[in-house]
C-alpha cells in the first residue's frame, strides 16, 4: 500500500505538481524552440522521455559506484552518452523528424531537469523508483510539450500534427486533422513570441485549475469537520 501511494505521488508530481515547465520553470529553450506544431513537440518529447528515464536508472544503478566528488561530471557523461544514441538512432530511423529537430535534439544534455532528476532523486533511490521518476517526468514534459505544439499549431495553421506521417512514419497518418477547414493562419503563434504567449496561458491555465483544486479540498475539510462536530 506505502509502495502504491509513494508511486502515486511520483507520478502526479512528474505530470502536474512538480511538472519541468509549470513546476520547475526549466526546458524552456526546445519548449518554445521546436513546438510551432504538436508533431515536433511530439518527438522532441518522446526523445527527452527515453534519455531521462535510461539516465535515471542507469545513474540509480551505479550510484554506490559513483564517488561523491566527481558524481556531477558522471552525470553529464552518462546523460550525454545517452543522448548521443538517441540523437544517431533518430537519425537512422526518424531521419524527416531528425532534420526538423536539429540541434535540439543533442541540447537534451544541457536540460537542467536531467541534471536535477540525477541528483535530487536517482543517485539516491533504487533503480525501479528512479525509472518510474524518470518516466513520469519526461512524460509531463512531453504532454506540455505535445499541448502546447496543438495550441500553436491550431491557432497558426488550423491543423493538428500535420505531416506526422512524414515525420514520424505512415502509421501515424491516423493523427493529421483538419481542425479549422479554409483557415488562413495567424503567423504570430507560429513564431516564438507566439510560444510565449500560449505559454503564458497554458501556465495561467494551470494556476486556476490548481486554485479551484485548493479551495474544494479546504472546502471538503469544513465539512467534514462539521459533520464530526
Not at 31 to 40: E, F, I, K, Q, R
Request: glycine residues 8%; aromatic residues 8%.
Amino acid at each position: 500500500m506505502l509502495l502504491s501511494e509513494t508511486y502515486r505521488k511520483i507520478a502526479a508530481d512528474g505530470i502536474w505538481n512538480n511538472n519541468i515547465v509549470f513546476g520547475q520553470n526549466l526546458a524552456l529553450c526546445p519548449l518554445l524552440a521546436v513546438t510551432g506544431t504538436a508533431t515536433n513537440g511530439l518527438g522532441m518529447g518522446l526523445a527527452t522521455l527515453v534519455v531521462i528515464t535510461a539516465s535515471n536508472g542507469l545513474i540509480s544503478a551505479a550510484r554506490h559506484l559513483i564517488p561523491g566528488e566527481i558524481r556531477i561530471p558522471i552525470f553529464v557523461l552518462l546523460i550525454a552518452a545517452l543522448v548521443t544514441l538517441v540523437d544517431i538512432l533518430m537519425n537512422a530511423w526518424a531521419h524527416e523528424l531528425y532534420k526538423v529537430l536539429g540541434l535540439f535534439i543533442a541540447l537534451i544534455v544541457t536540460n537542467c531537469a536531467l541534471l536535477g532528476r540525477a541528483e535530487a532523486f536517482a543517485s539516491k533511490q533504487p533503480v525501479k523508483d528512479a525509472l518510474w521518476d524518470g518516466f513520469m517526468m519526461g512524460l509531463g514534459f512531453m504532454l506540455v510539450l505535445v499541448a502546447l505544439g496543438a495550441a500553436r499549431e491550431i491557432s497558426s495553421a488550423g491543423t493538428l500534427f500535420a505531416n506526422a506521417s512524414l515525420l514520424l512514419g505512415e502509421s501515424f497518418t491516423f493523427l493529421e486533422i483538419t481542425v479549422i477547414p479554409n483557415y488562413k493562419g495567424f503567423l504570430l503563434m507560429a513564431l516564438p513570441p507566439g510560444g510565449f504567449i500560449m505559454l503564458a496561458f497554458l501556465i495561467v491555465g494551470k494556476r486556476l485549475i490548481d486554485q479551484k483544486l485548493a479551495r474544494k479540498k479546504v472546502q471538503a475539510v469544513v465539512l467534514s469537520e462539521a459533520i464530526v462536530e
